[in-house]
Nanobody
Framework: QVQLVESGGGSVQAGGSLRLSCAAS????????LGWFRQAPGKEREFVAV????????YYAGSVRGRFTISRDNSRNTVYLQMNSLKPDDTAVYYC????????????????WGQGTQVTVSS
């Protein structure tokens, strides 16, 4: 069982930056693939970024590639999402998730979810 708690959301103007954190419980944090998803009002939850447990390179959705960076600190049981050059279209509730799979880019790949943190980008 893994419990995930996101933090770091907030309101920012377009072009600004935020760093989201997701703290996980449990001793086997390093054995999980960790991902970030987001859900905008009226839209489906969508994949943002993933940091695999297997040492693969991080992978990003095309809409955030080059602006967002996912990282993890296994010693702190924490995964981060650094978001730069934010746009109004990035406004959403952001969720972190944990998967036992090595490759995980869809909602169904993930077993555990955080409660989400709101990110609002104004123009």
């Amino acid at each position: 069982q893994v419990q995930l708690v996101e933090s770091g959301g907030g309101s920012v103007q377009a072009g600004g930056s935020l760093r989201l954190s997701c703290a996980a419980s449990g001793r086997t944090f390093s054995s999980y693939t960790l991902g970030w998803f987001r859900q905008a009002p009226g839209k489906e939850r969508e994949f943002v970024a993933v940091f695999s447990r297997g040492g693969l390179l991080p992978y990003y959705a095309g809409s955030v590639r080059g602006r967002f960076t996912i990282s993890r600190d296994n010693s702190r049981n924490t995964v981060y999402l650094q978001m730069n050059s934010l746009k109004p279209d990035d406004t959403a509730v952001y969720y972190c998730a944990a998967s036992g799979a090595t490759l995980a880019t869809t909602l169904n790949d993930y077993d555990y979810w955080g409660q989400g943190t709101q990110v609002t980008v104004s123009s």
